[in-house]
Protein backbone atom coordinates (compact mmCIF):
# COMPACT_ATOMS: atom_id res chain seq x y z
CA UNK A 1 0.00 0.00 0.00
CA UNK A 2 2.98 2.32 0.85
CA UNK A 3 4.25 1.89 -2.56
CA UNK A 4 1.37 2.48 -4.38
CA UNK A 5 0.66 5.60 -2.35
CA UNK A 6 3.95 6.54 -3.50
CA UNK A 7 3.45 6.15 -6.80
CA UNK A 8 0.52 8.49 -7.23
CA UNK A 9 2.18 10.91 -4.72
CA UNK A 10 1.83 13.71 -7.11
CA UNK A 11 -1.98 13.62 -6.94
CA UNK A 12 -2.30 14.69 -3.73
CA UNK A 13 -1.94 18.11 -4.86
CA UNK A 14 -5.33 19.51 -5.80
CA UNK A 15 -4.58 21.27 -8.90
CA UNK A 16 -2.32 18.71 -10.92
CA UNK A 17 -5.33 16.27 -9.91
CA UNK A 18 -7.94 18.13 -11.70
CA UNK A 19 -5.37 18.09 -14.95
CA UNK A 20 -5.03 14.42 -14.49
CA UNK A 21 -8.54 14.14 -14.77
CA UNK A 22 -9.65 16.07 -17.55
CA UNK A 23 -6.59 14.50 -19.72
CA UNK A 24 -7.60 10.95 -18.82
CA UNK A 25 -10.68 11.80 -20.77
CA UNK A 26 -9.88 14.37 -23.61
CA UNK A 27 -6.89 11.80 -24.69
CA UNK A 28 -8.59 8.74 -25.26
CA UNK A 29 -10.81 10.97 -28.03
CA UNK A 30 -7.24 12.20 -29.27
CA UNK A 31 -6.29 8.37 -29.78
CA UNK A 32 -9.66 7.63 -31.04
CA UNK A 33 -9.27 10.46 -33.69
CA UNK A 34 -5.97 9.49 -34.93
CA UNK A 35 -6.76 5.76 -35.78
CA UNK A 36 -10.05 6.94 -37.20
CA UNK A 37 -7.96 9.70 -39.54
CA UNK A 38 -5.28 6.96 -40.50
CA UNK A 39 -8.21 4.70 -41.53
CA UNK A 40 -10.09 6.95 -43.38
CA UNK A 41 -7.45 8.18 -45.12
CA UNK A 42 -6.24 4.70 -46.61
CA UNK A 43 -9.91 3.61 -46.55
CA UNK A 44 -10.45 6.56 -49.05
CA UNK A 45 -7.37 6.52 -50.90
CA UNK A 46 -5.17 3.11 -51.05
CA UNK A 47 -2.01 5.15 -50.93
CA UNK A 48 1.34 4.50 -48.32
CA UNK A 49 1.88 7.72 -49.73
CA UNK A 50 -1.38 9.84 -48.88
CA UNK A 51 -0.98 8.21 -45.45
CA UNK A 52 2.19 9.31 -44.77
CA UNK A 53 1.60 12.96 -45.61
CA UNK A 54 -1.01 12.98 -43.34
CA UNK A 55 0.85 12.64 -40.49
CA UNK A 56 3.66 14.81 -42.01
CA UNK A 57 1.21 17.42 -42.27
CA UNK A 58 0.09 16.74 -38.64
CA UNK A 59 3.14 16.71 -36.68
CA UNK A 60 5.45 19.65 -39.20
CA UNK A 61 4.00 22.37 -37.28
CA UNK A 62 5.65 20.99 -34.10
CA UNK A 63 8.68 21.23 -36.21
CA UNK A 64 8.29 24.65 -37.33
CA UNK A 65 6.55 26.34 -34.48
CA UNK A 66 7.54 24.35 -31.07
CA UNK A 67 10.23 26.15 -30.61
CA UNK A 68 8.63 29.93 -30.64
CA UNK A 69 5.42 28.15 -28.40
CA UNK A 70 8.47 27.65 -25.98
CA UNK A 71 9.60 31.30 -25.94
CA UNK A 72 5.76 31.70 -25.20
CA UNK A 73 5.08 29.37 -22.68
CA UNK A 74 8.08 31.14 -20.26
CA UNK A 75 6.21 34.47 -21.31
CA UNK A 76 2.57 34.02 -20.86
CA UNK A 77 -0.09 32.94 -18.88
CA UNK A 78 0.44 29.13 -19.11
CA UNK A 79 -3.19 27.94 -17.49
CA UNK A 80 -4.67 30.63 -20.26
CA UNK A 81 -2.55 29.41 -23.71
CA UNK A 82 -3.58 25.84 -22.54
CA UNK A 83 -7.43 26.84 -22.83
CA UNK A 84 -6.88 28.13 -26.28
CA UNK A 85 -4.70 25.28 -27.25
CA UNK A 86 -7.24 22.80 -26.00
CA UNK A 87 -10.57 25.16 -27.59
CA UNK A 88 -8.53 24.84 -31.35
CA UNK A 89 -8.24 21.28 -30.48
CA UNK A 90 -12.00 20.52 -29.90
CA UNK A 91 -12.74 22.52 -32.81
CA UNK A 92 -10.82 20.55 -35.12
CA UNK A 93 -12.09 17.18 -33.96
CA UNK A 94 -15.84 18.80 -34.27
CA UNK A 95 -14.86 19.89 -37.89
CA UNK A 96 -14.05 16.48 -38.59
CA UNK A 97 -16.84 14.99 -37.28
CA UNK A 98 -19.28 17.20 -39.66
CA UNK A 99 -17.39 16.52 -42.61
CA UNK A 100 -17.18 12.67 -42.12
CA UNK A 101 -20.54 11.93 -40.92
CA UNK A 102 -22.37 13.95 -43.60
CA UNK A 103 -20.47 12.22 -46.24
CA UNK A 104 -18.40 14.86 -48.46
CA UNK A 105 -15.01 14.98 -46.32
CA UNK A 106 -12.29 15.04 -49.02
CA UNK A 107 -8.61 14.04 -48.55
CA UNK A 108 -8.21 17.55 -49.15
CA UNK A 109 -10.01 18.33 -46.26
CA UNK A 110 -8.46 16.30 -44.14
CA UNK A 111 -4.73 17.51 -44.87
CA UNK A 112 -5.62 21.11 -44.03
CA UNK A 113 -7.57 20.06 -40.77
CA UNK A 114 -4.21 18.12 -40.16
CA UNK A 115 -1.99 21.10 -40.13
CA UNK A 116 -5.03 22.93 -37.98
CA UNK A 117 -4.55 20.26 -35.25
CA UNK A 118 -0.66 20.48 -35.65
CA UNK A 119 -0.85 23.84 -35.14
CA UNK A 120 -2.59 23.60 -31.97
CA UNK A 121 -0.34 20.83 -30.81
CA UNK A 122 2.65 22.74 -31.46
CA UNK A 123 1.93 25.39 -28.95
CA UNK A 124 0.01 22.77 -26.82
CA UNK A 125 3.07 20.79 -26.19
CA UNK A 126 5.52 23.04 -24.76
CA UNK A 127 3.42 24.97 -22.84
CA UNK A 128 1.83 21.90 -20.98
CA UNK A 129 5.06 20.26 -19.71
CA UNK A 130 6.31 24.11 -18.70
CA UNK A 131 2.63 24.25 -16.20
CA UNK A 132 3.70 21.00 -14.57
CA UNK A 133 6.47 22.66 -12.28
CA UNK A 134 3.67 25.75 -11.79
CA UNK A 135 1.44 23.44 -10.21
CA UNK A 136 3.29 20.71 -8.15
CA UNK A 137 4.40 22.36 -4.89
CA UNK A 138 6.45 20.15 -3.99
CA UNK A 139 9.40 19.78 -6.39
CA UNK A 140 10.56 16.35 -5.93
CA UNK A 141 7.43 14.87 -6.84
CA UNK A 142 8.13 16.62 -10.60
CA UNK A 143 9.06 12.97 -11.66
CA UNK A 144 6.37 11.51 -10.54
CA UNK A 145 3.98 13.96 -11.97
CA UNK A 146 5.36 13.73 -15.48
CA UNK A 147 5.37 9.65 -15.31
CA UNK A 148 1.62 10.05 -14.28
CA UNK A 149 1.59 12.09 -17.05
CA UNK A 150 2.88 9.48 -19.31
CA UNK A 151 0.27 6.73 -17.56
CA UNK A 152 -2.36 8.76 -18.68
CA UNK A 153 -1.54 9.08 -22.13
CA UNK A 154 -0.69 5.28 -22.60
CA UNK A 155 -4.12 3.94 -20.90
CA UNK A 156 -5.48 6.32 -23.48
CA UNK A 157 -3.17 4.89 -26.16
CA UNK A 158 -4.87 1.30 -25.11
CA UNK A 159 -8.22 2.44 -24.69
CA UNK A 160 -8.92 4.92 -27.62
CA UNK A 161 -7.34 2.31 -30.42
CA UNK A 162 -9.92 -0.55 -29.15
CA UNK A 163 -12.57 2.03 -28.79
CA UNK A 164 -11.56 3.43 -32.20
CA UNK A 165 -11.73 -0.36 -33.99
CA UNK A 166 -15.05 -1.33 -32.80
CA UNK A 167 -16.80 1.54 -33.58
CA UNK A 168 -15.10 1.98 -37.10
CA UNK A 169 -16.34 -1.08 -37.85
CA UNK A 170 -19.81 -0.64 -36.27
CA UNK A 171 -20.52 3.43 -36.71
CA UNK A 172 -17.88 4.59 -39.08
CA UNK A 173 -14.89 7.07 -38.46
CA UNK A 174 -16.93 10.16 -37.76
CA UNK A 175 -18.48 8.94 -34.60
CA UNK A 176 -14.61 8.68 -33.40
CA UNK A 177 -14.23 12.54 -34.11
CA UNK A 178 -17.65 13.88 -32.49
CA UNK A 179 -16.53 11.90 -29.25
CA UNK A 180 -12.95 13.34 -29.13
CA UNK A 181 -14.85 16.70 -29.65
CA UNK A 182 -17.06 15.90 -26.67
CA UNK A 183 -14.36 14.74 -24.45
CA UNK A 184 -12.41 18.11 -24.89
CA UNK A 185 -15.42 19.75 -22.59
CA UNK A 186 -13.56 17.54 -19.94
CA UNK A 187 -10.29 19.17 -20.29
CA UNK A 188 -11.37 22.44 -20.51
CA UNK A 189 -13.42 22.31 -17.33
CA UNK A 190 -11.10 20.90 -15.31
CA UNK A 191 -8.22 23.44 -16.42
CA UNK A 192 -11.14 26.14 -15.35
CA UNK A 193 -10.95 24.88 -12.10
CA UNK A 194 -7.28 24.92 -11.56
CA UNK A 195 -6.49 28.17 -9.37
CA UNK A 196 -3.05 29.03 -9.67
CA UNK A 197 -1.27 32.23 -8.63
CA UNK A 198 -0.32 34.29 -11.25
CA UNK A 199 3.68 35.20 -11.00
CA UNK A 200 5.33 38.00 -13.12
CA UNK A 201 8.84 37.04 -14.48
CA UNK A 202 11.73 38.81 -13.30
CA UNK A 203 14.04 37.94 -15.79
CA UNK A 204 14.32 41.22 -18.86
CA UNK A 205 12.12 40.48 -21.71
CA UNK A 206 14.03 40.79 -25.25
CA UNK A 207 12.71 40.15 -28.69
CA UNK A 208 11.42 36.90 -29.42
CA UNK A 209 14.71 35.18 -31.38
CA UNK A 210 16.66 36.71 -29.36
CA UNK A 211 15.18 34.39 -26.52
CA UNK A 212 15.14 31.43 -28.79
CA UNK A 213 18.28 31.87 -29.21
CA UNK A 214 19.00 31.93 -25.91
CA UNK A 215 16.92 29.06 -25.19
CA UNK A 216 19.12 27.34 -28.05
CA UNK A 217 22.44 27.94 -26.77
CA UNK A 218 21.62 27.19 -23.40
CA UNK A 219 19.70 23.58 -24.53
CA UNK A 220 22.70 22.02 -27.04
CA UNK A 221 25.33 23.92 -24.93
CA UNK A 222 24.88 21.36 -21.78
CA UNK A 223 26.31 18.06 -22.88
CA UNK A 224 23.79 15.78 -21.48
CA UNK A 225 20.97 16.93 -22.67
CA UNK A 226 22.32 17.46 -26.11
CA UNK A 227 23.03 13.69 -26.24
CA UNK A 228 19.64 12.83 -24.94
CA UNK A 229 17.78 14.95 -27.80
CA UNK A 230 20.01 13.89 -30.75
CA UNK A 231 18.54 10.23 -29.47
CA UNK A 232 15.37 10.97 -29.32
CA UNK A 233 15.34 12.97 -32.53
CA UNK A 234 16.91 9.94 -34.13
CA UNK A 235 14.30 7.37 -32.85
CA UNK A 236 11.61 9.57 -33.34
CA UNK A 237 12.98 9.86 -37.04
CA UNK A 238 13.22 6.35 -38.08
CA UNK A 239 11.98 4.06 -35.13
CA UNK A 240 8.27 5.94 -33.77
CA UNK A 241 6.49 6.72 -37.38
CA UNK A 242 6.10 2.34 -37.47
CA UNK A 243 2.50 3.63 -36.09
CA UNK A 244 2.11 5.34 -39.30
CA UNK A 245 2.00 1.80 -41.31
CA UNK A 246 -0.06 -0.02 -38.80
CA UNK A 247 -2.96 0.70 -41.08
CA UNK A 248 -1.00 -1.13 -44.03
CA UNK A 249 0.60 -3.77 -41.70
CA UNK A 250 -2.60 -4.65 -40.42
CA UNK A 251 -4.58 -4.91 -43.89
CA UNK A 252 -1.92 -6.38 -46.18
CA UNK A 253 0.38 -8.21 -43.82
CA UNK A 254 -1.98 -9.31 -41.16
CA UNK A 255 -5.22 -9.66 -43.75
CA UNK A 256 -7.16 -8.04 -41.11
CA UNK A 257 -9.43 -5.13 -40.88
CA UNK A 258 -10.30 -2.10 -38.23
CA UNK A 259 -10.27 -4.73 -34.94
CA UNK A 260 -7.03 -5.96 -35.95
CA UNK A 261 -5.34 -2.00 -36.50
CA UNK A 262 -7.11 -1.56 -32.73
CA UNK A 263 -5.63 -4.62 -31.16
CA UNK A 264 -1.87 -3.63 -32.79
CA UNK A 265 -2.19 -0.28 -31.21
CA UNK A 266 -3.89 -1.43 -28.09
CA UNK A 267 -0.99 -4.00 -27.50
CA UNK A 268 1.71 -1.48 -27.99
CA UNK A 269 -0.66 0.76 -25.49
CA UNK A 270 0.15 -2.51 -22.94
CA UNK A 271 3.39 -1.59 -23.52
CA UNK A 272 3.60 1.69 -23.35
CA UNK A 273 1.15 1.81 -20.14
CA UNK A 274 3.62 -0.62 -18.67
CA UNK A 275 6.73 1.76 -19.57
CA UNK A 276 4.95 4.18 -17.69
CA UNK A 277 4.08 2.42 -14.81
CA UNK A 278 7.41 1.46 -14.32
CA UNK A 279 8.39 5.06 -14.06
CA UNK A 280 5.72 6.24 -11.79
CA UNK A 281 7.47 3.99 -9.25
CA UNK A 282 10.77 5.02 -9.77
CA UNK A 283 11.76 7.56 -6.50
CA UNK A 284 14.33 9.91 -8.50
CA UNK A 285 14.96 10.65 -12.21
CA UNK A 286 18.40 9.22 -11.21
CA UNK A 287 20.09 6.70 -13.08
CA UNK A 288 17.68 7.36 -15.73
CA UNK A 289 20.21 7.50 -18.47
CA UNK A 290 20.41 3.92 -18.82
CA UNK A 291 16.75 3.30 -18.96
CA UNK A 292 16.74 6.08 -21.89
CA UNK A 293 19.71 3.75 -23.38
CA UNK A 294 17.98 0.53 -22.96
CA UNK A 295 14.83 1.72 -23.84
CA UNK A 296 16.40 2.76 -27.79
CA UNK A 297 17.27 -0.68 -27.71
CA UNK A 298 14.33 -2.37 -27.05
CA UNK A 299 12.29 -0.17 -29.56
CA UNK A 300 14.70 -1.31 -32.13
CA UNK A 301 14.72 -5.08 -31.36
CA UNK A 302 10.79 -4.84 -31.41
CA UNK A 303 10.42 -3.19 -34.72
CA UNK A 304 12.95 -5.54 -36.10
CA UNK A 305 11.50 -8.54 -35.25
CA UNK A 306 7.87 -7.13 -36.19
CA UNK A 307 9.11 -6.78 -39.61
CA UNK A 308 9.44 -10.79 -39.84
CA UNK A 309 6.12 -11.44 -38.24
CA UNK A 310 2.98 -12.39 -40.75
CA UNK A 311 1.14 -13.98 -37.23
CA UNK A 312 -1.12 -11.46 -35.50
CA UNK A 313 -0.32 -12.97 -31.60
CA UNK A 314 3.60 -12.67 -32.43
CA UNK A 315 2.71 -9.11 -33.84
CA UNK A 316 1.53 -8.43 -30.88
CA UNK A 317 4.15 -9.41 -28.59
CA UNK A 318 6.13 -6.87 -30.79
CA UNK A 319 4.08 -4.39 -30.85
CA UNK A 320 4.20 -4.39 -26.96
CA UNK A 321 7.52 -4.11 -26.84
CA UNK A 322 7.75 -1.18 -29.60
CA UNK A 323 5.53 0.61 -27.33
CA UNK A 324 6.99 0.02 -24.30
CA UNK A 325 10.27 1.04 -25.76
CA UNK A 326 9.09 4.17 -26.96
CA UNK A 327 7.65 5.22 -24.42
CA UNK A 328 10.39 4.83 -21.64
CA UNK A 329 12.69 6.53 -23.64
CA UNK A 330 10.77 9.41 -24.28
CA UNK A 331 9.70 10.03 -20.77
CA UNK A 332 12.42 9.05 -19.76
CA UNK A 333 14.35 11.89 -21.31
CA UNK A 334 11.65 14.07 -20.07
CA UNK A 335 12.23 13.34 -16.56
CA UNK A 336 16.29 14.05 -16.65
CA UNK A 337 15.86 16.94 -18.44
CA UNK A 338 13.52 18.58 -16.70
CA UNK A 339 15.30 17.84 -13.51
CA UNK A 340 18.28 19.74 -15.01
CA UNK A 341 16.92 22.59 -16.98
CA UNK A 342 16.51 25.97 -14.72
CA UNK A 343 12.76 27.45 -14.59
CA UNK A 344 13.21 30.48 -16.14
CA UNK A 345 14.19 28.64 -19.36
CA UNK A 346 11.75 25.77 -19.42
CA UNK A 347 9.60 26.36 -21.48
CA UNK A 348 12.16 26.97 -24.25
CA UNK A 349 13.86 23.36 -23.21
CA UNK A 350 11.16 21.63 -23.37
CA UNK A 351 9.86 22.67 -26.50
CA UNK A 352 13.21 21.52 -28.63
CA UNK A 353 12.08 18.09 -26.43
CA UNK A 354 8.96 18.61 -28.28
CA UNK A 355 10.61 19.21 -32.03
CA UNK A 356 12.49 15.72 -30.80
CA UNK A 357 9.71 13.77 -29.65
CA UNK A 358 6.92 15.23 -31.74
CA UNK A 359 8.35 17.71 -34.46
CA UNK A 360 10.83 14.63 -36.26
CA UNK A 361 8.09 12.21 -36.70
CA UNK A 362 6.53 14.30 -39.40
CA UNK A 363 9.69 13.72 -41.59
CA UNK A 364 9.54 9.84 -40.05
CA UNK A 365 6.09 10.02 -41.91
CA UNK A 366 6.79 10.81 -44.91
CA UNK A 367 10.04 8.85 -44.62
CA UNK A 368 8.08 5.70 -43.58
CA UNK A 369 5.61 6.28 -46.16
CA UNK A 370 8.04 6.44 -49.32
CA UNK A 371 10.64 3.63 -48.11
CA UNK A 372 7.24 1.38 -47.57
CA UNK A 373 6.18 2.52 -51.11
CA UNK A 374 9.55 1.11 -52.63
CA UNK A 375 10.28 -1.43 -49.89
CA UNK A 376 7.24 -2.80 -48.40
CA UNK A 377 6.33 -2.34 -44.98
CA UNK A 378 8.28 -4.97 -43.35
CA UNK A 379 11.39 -3.96 -45.34
CA UNK A 380 11.21 -0.01 -43.51
CA UNK A 381 10.56 -1.42 -40.17
CA UNK A 382 13.27 -3.58 -40.30
CA UNK A 383 15.45 -0.32 -41.40
CA UNK A 384 13.98 1.49 -38.91
CA UNK A 385 14.87 -1.21 -36.18
CA UNK A 386 18.53 -1.28 -36.65
CA UNK A 387 19.06 2.96 -36.85
CA UNK A 388 17.15 2.62 -33.53
CA UNK A 389 20.28 -0.06 -32.06
CA UNK A 390 23.09 1.45 -33.51
CA UNK A 391 21.93 5.12 -32.46
CA UNK A 392 21.43 3.38 -28.67
CA UNK A 393 24.65 2.22 -28.74
CA UNK A 394 26.33 5.30 -29.50
CA UNK A 395 24.59 7.03 -27.07
CA UNK A 396 25.68 4.07 -24.34
CA UNK A 397 29.07 4.45 -24.87
CA UNK A 398 29.51 8.27 -23.56
CA UNK A 399 26.83 6.92 -20.72
CA UNK A 400 29.81 7.26 -17.83
CA UNK A 401 30.89 10.46 -18.96
CA UNK A 402 27.36 11.60 -19.42
CA UNK A 403 26.39 10.68 -15.82
CA UNK A 404 29.79 12.86 -14.46
CA UNK A 405 28.50 15.86 -15.82
CA UNK A 406 24.71 14.92 -14.40
CA UNK A 407 25.61 13.71 -11.13
CA UNK A 408 26.59 16.89 -9.57
CA UNK A 409 23.43 18.67 -10.76
CA UNK A 410 21.38 15.89 -8.97
CA UNK A 411 23.87 16.57 -5.72
CA UNK A 412 22.92 20.37 -5.94
CA UNK A 413 19.49 19.68 -6.04
CA UNK A 414 19.79 17.22 -3.03
CA UNK A 415 18.77 14.34 -5.49
CA UNK A 416 21.91 12.36 -4.22
CA UNK A 417 24.41 12.92 -2.00
CA UNK A 418 26.45 15.99 -2.17
CA UNK A 419 29.80 15.24 -4.52
CA UNK A 420 31.58 17.80 -2.46
CA UNK A 421 33.10 20.75 -3.95
CA UNK A 422 33.32 21.39 -7.65
CA UNK A 423 29.64 21.03 -8.27
CA UNK A 424 29.10 21.70 -12.04
CA UNK A 425 26.17 24.05 -13.20
CA UNK A 426 24.31 24.09 -16.91
CA UNK A 427 25.83 27.31 -18.91
Request: a positive charge; aromatic letters at 8%.
Amino acid sequence: MIGFKHSIRALNNRNYRLLFTGESVSLIGTWMTHIATGWLVYRMTNSIWLLGLVGFLNQLPVFLVASIGGVLADRWDRRRTLLVTQALAMIHAFLMAGLALTGVITIGQILVLSVFQGLAKALDMPVRQSFLPEIIANREDLPNAIGLNSTTINTARLVGPSIAGILIAVAGEGICFLLDGISYIAAIVTLLAIKVNPTESKRERHHILRELKEGLIYTFGFVPIRSILLLLALVSLVGVPYTVLMPVFAREILHGGPNTLGFLMGAAGVGALSAALYLVSRRTAHGLEKTIMLAATMLGIGLVALSFSRVLWVSLVFMLLAGFGTIAQAVSSNMVIQMLVDDDKRGRVMSFHTMAFMGMTPFGSLLAGGLASKLGVPGTLCIGGVCCILGALLFGSRLTSLRQMIYPIYAKKGMVPDVGSGVETIT
